[in-house]
């Protein structure tokens, strides 16, 4: 039986089973964030919301900048990555906003569209 398991999870599936295994549990935590920010509208304005996401992503952020040093975050192209963000920030207020109007699952139905 081992054998077969084994067989079946060679070396060059492993990555695949990595991925599908990131992906899975990457859309349960959208949907856990998506019914959090649902949750959380009815009394918290949803620029709120979208700041302290934006201040909770920093702080995670801050364990790579003390290891690399501020120099992991250097871009070729800071204007552009000023302009990401601005979009980013943008689109993400508007997710947010829609999420606040709408039922969770109107929201996810759309997401998926």
């Given at each position: 039986?081992?054998?077969?398991?084994?067989?079946?999870?060679?070396?060059?599936?492993?990555p695949?089973?990595?991925?599908?295994?990131?992906?899975?549990?990457?859309?349960?935590?959208?949907?856990?964030?998506?019914?959090?920010v649902?949750?959380?509208?009815?009394?918290?304005?949803?620029?709120t919301?979208?700041?302290f996401?934006?201040?909770?992503?920093?702080l995670?952020?801050?364990?790579l900048?003390?290891?690399w040093?501020?120099?992991i975050?250097?871009?070729?192209?800071?204007?552009?990555?000023?302009?990401?963000?601005?979009i980013?920030?943008?689109?993400?207020?508007?997710?947010?906003?829609?999420?606040?109007?709408?039922?969770?699952?109107?929201?996810?139905?759309?997401?998926?569209?």
């Open positions: 039986m081992e054998d077969k398991i084994i067989e079946f999870i060679d070396k060059r599936k492993i695949l089973l990595i991925a599908v295994t990131l992906i899975l549990f990457s859309g349960i935590i959208v949907t856990v964030m998506q019914a959090g649902r949750f959380l509208s009815s009394e918290v304005h949803p620029f919301i979208v700041f996401r934006a201040f909770l992503g920093a995670l952020l801050l364990p900048i003390f290891k040093g501020p120099s975050f250097k871009t070729a192209y800071p204007k552009l990555q000023i302009f990401r963000g601005f980013g920030s943008i689109g993400l207020l508007c997710f947010f906003y829609g999420l606040s109007i709408v039922t969770l699952a109107e929201a996810v139905t759309l997401g998926f569209t």
